[in-house]
């Protein structure tokens, strides 16, 4: 398993931005797919969005609520994935937890597909 650690939450306003860092034990040249999730109180955890990051290729996903605001990005020298997040809004409000998949996944957000977990990071988004 892949040791995950994500950074960078907090509280921020509506519109404002935020970016989340997912930082990783192993290369993640060598890792098929990352993605991000999120958990909202007395919901269930969604994927947000995914990263193609097998031999660095970096093809993407996202969920419909996100496009056009939400960019992640792959930077192989540290390891690490990244969830730009623009024009917040309070629905954004959730805790984010990065994932890794050691091997092919049956969709991008097919979270049983995903093997490692971090700890999460909590993104607080008020009107």
């Known amino acids: 398993q892949v040791q995950l650690v994500e950074s960078g939450g907090g509280s921020v306003q509506a519109g404002g931005s935020l970016t989340l860092s997912c930082a990783a034990s192993?290369?993640?040249?060598?890792?098929?797919?990352m993605a991000w999730f999120r958990q909202a109180p007395g919901r269930e955890r969604e994927g947000v969005a995914a990263i193609y990051t097998g031999r660095g290729s970096g093809g993407t996903y996202y969920a419909d609520s996100v496009k056009g605001r939400f960019t992640i990005s792959q930077e192989l020298a540290k390891n690490t994935v990244y969830l730009q997040m623009n024009s917040l809004k309070p629905e954004d409000t959730a805790m984010y937890y990065c994932?890794?998949?050691?091997?092919?996944?049956?969709?991008?957000?097919?979270?049983?597909?995903?093997?490692?977990w971090g700890q999460g990071t909590q993104v607080t988004v008020s009107s």
């Open positions: 994932a890794a998949a050691t091997s092919l996944v049956s969709s991008w957000f097919q979270q049983a597909d995903y093997n490692s």
């Open positions: 192993a290369y993640i040249y060598g890792i098929p797919y």
